[in-house]
């Protein structure tokens, strides 16, 4: 008998390729799978303002004083503690650790990860 | 055509002077420290000073010193504010006019003051304070406000924010405001001491325009305390 000239997909069906789940790829990945050197930039959230309760009881003390200064002296004394202390830790806070919230901006981020590159291909 | 380009090049020579530029901050090199002025620190025997004062003064004898400017003074009579508070009340650049007004100013104030103390019953004579310096820093520290107003632009409406103001800002608007009312509502004929003189001896007592103009920005604040949100510092 001469070699029987089967269809294709009689040889793919017999080779049991179908039942193996074998699919044409369902990924067809326009770009390289692999993580950039960059993320999205992202706007940042505005921090919230400080010492709002200090301020607040400054003014109540206010309303109630007629806006002397001599019986609030305590509360305005509070006030600039509060102030002061926003001020210096405005001022130690490092560029380069998180912020007060737990993030740190995209810019630095792609600072960081173009110091160290994904490395694509091995010489 | 040699004389307009022998102009050009001059003029261009002369605008490019290396390490003569005019700028607004300092051209010192950064090692250069400041002069010490207060005699008391040098009249100290050297047992007495502490580690970072010693080796402070080793810096200052390898380092050197920037030029002490003006207006800087060892003198005992000497003081900053009064000093700031005379410049700011200069025009023109005649400080020797300014100084004047303030020497005048300051005996004004203690003319005024010891005329209050010899009328004075017995018990009230403590009272009385006489020292111009105080009144001056006193009134000067009653003027400031403790908080500001800054504007604030947020989805294209301008609000007027409650700030915190620094130290200095405070300084300045209390001086700001002195000058300003002294110079503006006084009748023509009175002479600037003797109005200055009068608004320090008001805001000494926390009475005065200049107080009522700080309590004004003061319930300005409170009414806006509602906006203080949109601070993000």
Known sequence: ?123 | MAAPSAVGLGRRLRAWLPRMMPVRWSRYNPSYLEPEVKKESYQKPLEELTEEEREQMELKAVRPIKAAPPTLSSSVFSDPMISKFTNMMMKSGNKVLARSLMSQTLEAIKRKQLEKYHKAPENEKETIECNPYVIFHQALKNCQPIIGLSNITKGGKTYQVPVPLTDNRKRFLAMKWLITECRENKHRRTMMPEKLSQELLLAFNNEGPVIKKKHVLHKMAEANRAYAHFRWW
């Open chain 1, 1 to 123: 008998m001469a070699a029987p000239a089967y269809p294709a997909w009689v040889t793919r069906w017999v080779s049991g390729q179908w039942r193996n789940k074998k699919r044409p790829p369902a990924l067809r990945p326009p770009r390289p799978l692999a993580l950039a050197d960059k993320v999205a930039n992202r706007r940042e959230q505005p921090t919230e303002a400080t010492c709002i309760t200090e301020m607040s009881v400054m003014m109540a003390c206010w309303k109630q004083n007629d806006f002397n200064d001599a019986p609030c002296a305590e509360e305005i004394r509070m006030f600039y503690d509060c102030v002061a202390k926003a001020e210096k830790e405005r001022k130690n806070q490092n560029e380069d650790t998180l912020s007060s919230r737990g993030n740190l901006p995209s810019s630095k981020v792609n600072k960081l990860l173009r110091r160290f590159p994904q490395i694509t291909r091995y010489v």
